[in-house]
């Protein structure tokens, strides 16, 4: 290794690159012993595409499953896995673009990164708050003037797009199995659409169509079901509003009739939305009640599949349709 190389890097990565250097030396690299591309993705959804899609083709691994892509930081691991990877799979649209470049800036050789959001019609991104998104750059967000709302894997339809992207992709780099990678992303948008039918019809009776996000991260998701927010009371993700803020918060769902306050297992404390639950109820508004929602922005250890992504979604619009009237 070269030390001039990490010592051009940024302090802390310059860090976690003398770790690898030193810590690896003759260990293992992390990769399983098969056949097949390696893909390393960015975060649990879009790692549970990626699964869906290679199948037994080819290995798909995640970097940063416990940590929420708001701005989390690699692991020594996470760049030795890259070290070999053929394909670096990320949502892109501001939330692990940087990530990337740091990722490729110590792979030591060129690694091929999918910039999935990049794949979808600009025409159907949502403005958003991605200023708020990565706490290391809120400066240059500004800068640029880019309010795209990253949250895409949480549209069914973005979802569809990400899987045939992978499935090009993968068939780029293995043609032999380009078929079944195609046939996998043919069966992965047959569940989705099936779960996009399933929330559609649990949805259809419903008059009250709006709910209170915790985080800015629904928007897609509410898109997919023909359903509507008001502002979320966390809009920087892990800070919790100041008084006045969720005075307003209150305020709006009164004057709405917003009585489903969404909460993210992500989020422990979470005592805002109690708060406001509170309030709501204090002020007269009938059954209000808070119901968990899940941006699938982490992974618990071990229940990472390429089943994982619909399932989720699919205990999101129940959750959901269970508590809307
Ligand atoms: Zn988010």
């Known amino acids: 290794m070269k030390p001039a190389r990490a010592l051009a890097l940024p302090l802390g990565l310059g860090a976690v690159v003398s770790a690898l250097v030193l810590g690896c030396t003759g260990g293992p690299d992390g990769w399983p012993d098969r056949p097949g591309p390696k893909v390393v993705a960015s975060f649990p959804p879009v790692a549970s595409i990626a699964l869906a899609v290679a199948g037994p083709d ?29 394909l670096f799979v990320i949502n892109g649209l501001g939330l692990d673009d940087r990530l990337a470049t740091k ?23 949502l403005d958003g708050g991605a200023c708020e998104h990565d706490g290391h750059d809120h400066a240059a967000h500004a800068a640029d003037g880019d309010n795209t709302d990253p ?28 078929a079944d990678y195609a046939a996998r992303a043919a069966a992965f948008h047959a569940k989705l659409d099936a779960v ?35 502002d979320p009371i966390q809009s920087v993700p892990g800070q919790e509003p100041t008084p006045k803020k969720l005075d307003e918060i209150v305020k709006a769902c009164l004057d709405q009739k917003v009585r489903v306050i969404a909460v993210e297992p992500q ?17 007269g508004l009938a059954d209000v009640v808070m119901v968990e929602l899940d941006p699938l922005e982490t992974c618990p250890a071990g229940e990472l599949s390429g089943d994982w992504y619909a399932a989720k979604m699919r205990a999101n619009v129940v959750a959901l349709a269970g508590a809307l009237k």
């Open 151 to 178: 949250h895409a894997w949480l549209g069914l339809k973005h979802a569809r797009t990400f899987a045939t992207k992978l499935a090009g992709e993968l068939a780029a780099i293995d043609a032999p199995h380009a």
């Open 196 to 230: 996009q039918a399933d929330g559609a019809a649990l949805l259809k009776d419903k008059k009250d169509r709006k709910f209170l996000p915790f985080h800015a991260s629904m928007a897609y998701f509410a898109q997919s079901f023909g359903l509507t927010m008001v």
């Open 103 to 125: 990722f490729a800036a110590t792979a030591g050789r060129p690694v091929r990164v999918v910039n999935l959001g990049a794949s979808i019609d600009p025409k159907d991104l």
């Open 267 to 283: 989020f422990s404390a979470q005592s805002s939305a109690k708060r406001v639950r509170d309030e709501l109820t204090r002020r």
């Open 58 to 86: 080819a290995v798909v691994l995640p970097v940063m499953s416990g940590q929420s892509p708001h701005g989390g930081e690699p692991k020594p691991g996470d760049l030795r896995l890259l070290r070999r990877a053929d």
